[in-house]
C-alpha cells in the first residue's frame, strides 16, 4: 500500500482486501509494528481494526525481549508490516532472522503486506525518510520483488519528483502507489491494482517515463 490501511481510514477497504488473500477461513494475522519501534499506539489501532474482523490477530514485537519471532510467524496466514522507518526495521529483523522467516512465509504461500516502509521492505530497492528528513534511496531491500518502489506518490510532494529523478539517474525502474492505493503481486508477477479512494493510482516508473496504472476500485 502506498498509504491507508487503519492507521489512515477507520475502515479501509485495503485491509479487508489483504486479509481476503488468504485461503484461511478464519485467517491468523500478525502486526509486525517494527518500522514504528513496536509503537503501542500502532499496536492499539490494529487490534481495535482486525479484531473487528473475522480472523485471530497477533502481534510481533521485536523490541525487548522478543519471544521465538521465526516460530511465531512461521504460524501466520497473514504478515501486515507498518509504515515508518524501513532502514531500521530491515537492520532489526537481520538480527533477529526475521528477514528469513519472512521469506520463509512468502515462500510456503502466507500473504505478506503493509503500507509505506511495510511495502518498501518487500522490494530491492526504495524511497525513504528513515535516514533524516530528506528523501533517499535505500538499496538493501528484502528483495522478494525486484526493481524499486516509491510510497506516498501524490501524499507527499516530493515524493513523485525525488523517485523520477533517481530513476532517471540510473536506480532500478518499479513501482509507485498513491494513499489509498496497493499493488497485489502473485509470486514476483504484478496481478491487480486495487484503490480504496477515488483518484488513488499506482504508476510504473521508468527512466524518462511514468505510465499509469488505473486500479480497480474496492
Same mark, same amino acid.
Given at each position: 500500500m502506498g498509504? =491507508?490501511? *487503519?492507521?489512515?481510514?477507520?475502515?479501509?477497504?485495503? /485491509?479487508?482486501?489483504? +486479509?481476503? %488473500?488468504?485461503?484461511?477461513?478464519r485467517p491468523r494475522v500478525c502486526f509486525v509494528p517494527?518500522?514504528? #519501534?513496536?509503537? /503501542?499506539?500502532?499496536?492499539?489501532? *490494529?487490534?481495535?481494526?482486525?479484531?473487528?474482523?473475522?480472523?485471530?490477530p497477533s502481534c510481533l514485537r521485536l523490541f525487548g525481549?522478543?519471544?521465538h519471532p521465526a516460530e511465531h510467524l512461521d504460524r501466520q496466514d497473514v504478515i501486515y508490516v507498518s509504515g515508518g522507518s524501513t532502514a531500521n526495521a530491515l537492520a532489526l529483523w537481520r538480527l533477529h532472522s526475521v528477514d528469513l522467516a519472512l521469506r520463509e512465509a512468502w515462500e510456503?504461500?502466507?500473504?505478506?503486506g503493509g503500507v509505506s516502509a511495510g511495502a518498501n521492505c518487500w522490494f530491492e530497492c526504495s524511497v525513504t525518510d528513515s535516514f533524516g528528513?530528506? %528523501? $533517499?534511496? %535505500?538499496? $538493501? @531491500?528484502l528483495a522478494l520483488?525486484?526493481?524499486s518502489f516509491c510510497p506516498h506518490y501524490d501524499g507527499e510532494e516530493l515524493r513523485r519528483p &525525488? !523517485?523520477?529523478? +533517481? &530513476?532517471? $539517474? #540510473?536506480?532500478p525502474p518499479g !513501482?509507485?502507489?498513491?494513499? =489509498?492505493?496497493? +499493488?497485489?503481486? &502473485? @509470486?514476483?508477477?504484478?496481478? $491487480?491494482? &486495487?484503490?480504496?479512494?477515488p483518484g488513488a493510482r499506482a504508476y510504473r516508473v521508468e527512466r524518462g517515463v511514468e505510465t499509469p496504472i488505473e486500479p480497480r476500485m474496492l
Open positions: 498509504g =491507508g490501511g *487503519f492507521m489512515m481510514e477507520r475502515r479501509s477497504p485495503l /485491509d479487508d482486501f489483504l +486479509l481476503s %488473500l488468504s485461503e484461511a477461513a517494527t518500522p514504528t #519501534g513496536d509503537s /503501542d499506539r500502532a499496536i492499539a489501532a *490494529f487490534f481495535e481494526a482486525f479484531s473487528r474482523l473475522d480472523c485471530e525481549t522478543p519471544e510456503r504461500g502466507a500473504i505478506l528528513p530528506e %528523501l $533517499d534511496p %535505500l538499496h $538493501d @531491500g520483488l525486484s526493481g &525525488v !523517485y523520477r529523478s +533517481l &530513476v532517471d $539517474d #540510473g536506480f !513501482y509507485a502507489a498513491d494513499d =489509498g492505493a496497493a +499493488l497485489h503481486f &502473485v @509470486g514476483t508477477e504484478l496481478r $491487480d491494482v &486495487v484503490a480504496s479512494q
